[in-house]
């Protein structure tokens, strides 16, 4: 993997080229000190200042006979200038401008990631926000974007950046009525679309079995239409979305291999599909409840998750990897 690849899977990068065919966005480019806030974690955790006095916790309760727990006492040894938390003003300003121009919702993404890992904080569990602090919120609760910030060429084998030069902050309109089950991960290589999955993979959804065909042919059109002459890389991965009146927009684009999930797929399994030299392109989704695989999204950070070798989820996971292994080679032994 090369620099340059990673570089275009930035959705500044990308998105004013493929603006037609994707969803609403609007991009703004981070001051350097809003990136260093979101990397501080030498003192407590503090969202910025609001200038529209706006709470990313609105429903907090708070009970004055707790909180006297954690007040320091006069003379203890312990006391310290409290610090005022930091502030954005102009980014601010600019970011309420335009969740208002994209219908008062939106969800936020860096260059390359959105803050999955940290939906369980917001008040509504997912990733919309309708405020700066909101996403502020997202932002500084995330442990995904640290691999934007920090990591985001470690895999690439001509490495010279350890970090962009320039953050940016995309806001994307909020769909409320967006079904999961017709997200989609394509995988590409040498310019030949090999392998479609279906992203969100912790859920059975017994309708897609029935429009497996026609999904996989309007990926496939929507490929040879809008992308396959246009991105300049020979392989890669991009994330579609197929609207119930089977318009297909794309979401996102991700390098080949290193931190991209294969989903359904192994990277083996994909490049086997290449050495075979097949016409096909292999279309997976979870064909059955067995087949369901457990995601990040369990409403508690990742952190508190024992996986370690041994543990319920660690035994999960492997039995999980063995019956989806099973369900996608049972229609090849039969054929």
Not at 148 to 154: F, K, M, N, T
Not at 166 to 188: G, I, N, Q, T
Not at 318 to 326: G, I, Q, S, Y
């Amino acid at each position: 993997m090369k620099e340059e690849e990673v570089n275009r899977c930035q959705i500044q990068e990308w998105y004013p080229k493929f603006k037609s065919v994707s969803i609403k966005t609007l991009i703004h480019e981070l001051p350097e000190s809003f990136v260093e806030y979101l990397l501080d974690d030498s003192g407590p955790f503090v969202l910025p200042a609001s200038v529209s006095n706006d709470d990313a916790l609105p429903n907090r309760i708070h009970n004055p006979y707790e909180e006297e727990d954690y007040q320091v006492s006069e003379g203890s040894g312990d006391e310290a200038e409290p610090s005022s938390p930091p502030s954005f003003p102009e980014l601010e300003v600019k970011i309420r401008e335009s969740i208002e121009s994209l219908g008062s919702a939106v969800f936020p993404k860096l260059n390359w990631s959105a803050p999955k890992d940290s939906s369980w904080i917001s008040t509504s569990g997912t990733l919309r926000c309708a405020s700066f602090s909101e996403i502020a919120l997202l932002l500084r609760s995330s442990d995904s974007l640290v691999h934007d910030l920090c990591h985001a060429y470690d895999s690439c084998s001509d490495r010279t950046l350890s970090r962009p030069q320039k953050f940016f902050l995309a806001l994307r309109k909020w769909y409320p009525s967006l079904r999961p089950e017709m997200d989609f991960r394509c995988f590409v290589w040498g310019q030949c679309l090999v392998g479609i999955s279906q992203r969100e993979v912790t859920t059975f959804y017994p309708a897609l079995c029935e429009k497996k065909d026609d999904l996989k042919a309007l990926i496939l059109d929507f490929f040879f239409n809008n992308l396959r002459e246009k991105f300049e890389s020979e392989n890669y991965t991009f994330d579609v979305y197929v609207t119930e009146d089977e318009r297909v927009k794309v979401l996102d684009f991700n390098p080949w291999g290193a931190f991209t999930l294969p989903l359904l797929f192994t990277w083996e399994e994909l490049e086997q599909n290449l050495r075979e030299e097949s016409d096909s392109v292999a279309f997976r989704i979870v064909e059955s409840q067995c087949g369901v695989r457990p995601g990040i999204k369990t409403a508690v950070p990742y952190d508190y998750l024992d996986t370690s070798e041994g543990s319920g989820w660690d035994q999960f996971l492997r039995n999980a990897d063995v019956e989806l292994h099973r369900q996608t080679r049972a229609p090849e032994a039969g054929a």
